[in-house]
């Protein structure tokens, strides 16, 4: 049974730093694109980064380029999400996926079911 875990989220005061972290199992992890999505309530979901099967190539949101990095450890089968000078519009449920490496689309193979973040001003 494939599975895709986020941990990380919480409550944080703007201008602060999270580590989110997308932890699979029962896939060959190092094979997937991982894409991480956010979903703020009240709107649709968005892409914010890819990384690619091997981690050297990533793609960002322009809204959050330069202040979040992706990166991945195909050892420890987990891809994380650095994000920093947090902002209250940053709030969202934050979801990975695993799939092909593709800039904004959300045709995905697998989902996390996500961790929120909370941004208070």
């Known amino acids: 049974q494939v599975q895709l875990v986020e941990s990380g989220g919480g409550l944080v005061q703007a201008g602060g730093s999270l580590r989110l972290s997308c932890a699979g199992s029962?896939?060959?992890?190092?094979?997937?694109?991982i894409t991480w999505f956010r979903q703020a309530p009240g709107k649709e979901r968005e892409f914010v980064a890819v990384i690619n099967w091997i981690g050297s190539r990533m793609d960002y949101a322009p809204s959050v380029k330069g202040r979040f990095t992706i990166s991945r450890d195909n050892a420890k089968n987990t891809v994380y999400l650095q994000i920093n000078s947090l902002k209250p519009e940053d709030t969202a449920v934050y979801s990975c996926?695993?799939?092909?490496?593709?800039?904004?689309?959300?045709?995905?193979?697998?989902w996390g079911k996500g961790t929120l973040v909370t941004v208070s001003s």
């Open positions: 029962g896939l060959t992890f190092s094979r997937y694109a």
């Open positions: 996926a695993a799939g092909r490496y593709v800039v904004g689309d959300d045709d995905m193979d697998y």
